[in-house]
């Protein structure tokens, strides 16, 4: 992976302890609640899925933000998560004490976990991982899921100009190269995973549901912050 010049776990470790309030300053007003953002991803996976899954997978969880939404929705699902960043493992330990926590630091590290999960979920990652080894973890994570397993991917819309200008001003961004849809489709293709459309999020900051409403009826259209696909593993496979 590489964000800078620093190594990411580095980077990240540095970070651990104040990684909220570096990010709400990078979001300004927009960042008074950091939970908000965290919660609608997970209820928009909950929606998405087909049926509530047993074991979940959070690839590159950071300091755990979008677990207690996991335990809130899913509260009989097993929760794992994997991070290059010891110390932000270690923060989301303690938001999630019986949480199953690795480290991520190459993709062997997810043989293990051959057909286990039936969600694999990233919010953010993949622009932080290498242009050239995007792939390879695509293809890692999409072992481990169960026939008949989702893997739901947020990541920064490239072409809104206010997202860009917010990774292009946040220090742990510094260096990053935002994914295009079209790349990460590719990636699930090459491993037989049937995707949904690209379906476009975040036109607002606010949750109130006359915005999400909005946001809902133009969510084909690249306007958004964010984009999520859904990828499904077939039974047959």
């Known amino acids: 992976m590489n964000i800078s010049r620093k190594s990411p776990e580095v980077v990240f470790d540095a970070f651990a302890e104040n990684y909220d309030a570096v990010q709400r300053e990078n979001l300004g007003v927009l960042g008074n609640d950091l939970n ?15 049926s509530p899954p047993k074991m979940i997978l959070e690839f590159g969880c950071g300091i755990g933000r979008n677990l207690p939404f996991f335990r809130q929705l899913f509260p009989r699902a097993m929760l794992h998560c994997c991070d290059i960043s010891d110390a932000s493992l270690q923060k989301a330990k303690e938001i999630i004490p019986d949480l199953v926590c690795f480290n991520s630091s190459s993709p062997e590290t997810l043989t293990p976990f051959f057909e286990t999960f039936d969600l694999v979920f990233l919010a953010g990652v993949l622009h932080h991982i290498s242009f050239h080894e ?23 819309n490239p072409w809104n100009p206010v997202t860009r200008h917010l990774v292009s001003t946040c220090p742990f961004d510094e260096g990053v190269l935002l994914v295009r849809p079209q790349d990460i489709l590719k990636f699930l293709h090459q491993n037989e995973l049937e995707t ?4 476009y999020t975040l036109l607002f900051p606010w949750r109130h549901s006359v915005f999400v409403a909005v946001e809902n009826f133009l969510n084909r259209i690249p306007l958004g912050g964010q984009y999520c696909i859904l990828a499904e593993k077939p039974l047959h496979v």
């Open 134 to 156: 995007r792939q390879i973890w695509i293809n890692a994570l999409a072992t481990t899921l169960k026939p008949g397993g989702s893997m739901v991917i947020f990541e920064h």
């Open 36 to 50: 908000v953002f965290a919660h609608y991803k997970v209820q928009l996976t909950a929606e998405l899925l087909a």
């Open 196 to 199: 949904s459309r690209v379906r």
